[in-house]
């Protein structure tokens, strides 16, 4: 079956101070739902802090504090979901949105070669 990489989104001004009691056990609900419908294989919370390593064309490599892209977002979370189709995968996203009070994205894992079907 297909797997898919969940990123979810938030705001570069994010307080996780303002976060309720109401909307993390939205999100618990949410994931304890995926898990007995044995669609969720991973999931977890991004600091907003990185570390990024570039390649430099003098073979050195370039270590600097933030993310490799300025944007108004930044990867909050992450999960993979297995599921039958992307028409599935999107189902479960659409509830994930809701818990979540944020932006999703879905991108389906590439794997090569093809893991072998049991």
Request: charged residues 20%.
């Amino acid at each position: 079956m297909p797997q898919y990489l969940i990123s979810t989104y938030l705001p570069d001004n994010f307080d996780p101070s303002q976060v309720t009691e109401a909307s993390i056990e939205a999100i618990h609900a949410f994931n304890r739902e995926m898990i007995a419908a044995g669609v969720r294989k991973f999931a977890c919370g991004l600091s907003p802090k990185a570390v990024t390593l570039r390649s430099q064309a003098n073979g050195e490599v370039l270590v600097t504090d933030g993310p490799y892209l300025e944007a108004k977002e930044f990867v909050g979370g992450l999960c993979i979901l297995e599921t039958e189709n992307l028409d599935e995968v999107l189902a479960w996203m659409r509830k994930g949105a809701k818990a979540l009070q944020g932006a999703v994205e879905v991108r389906e894992i590439f794997f090569n070669p093809a893991p072998a079907e049991h």
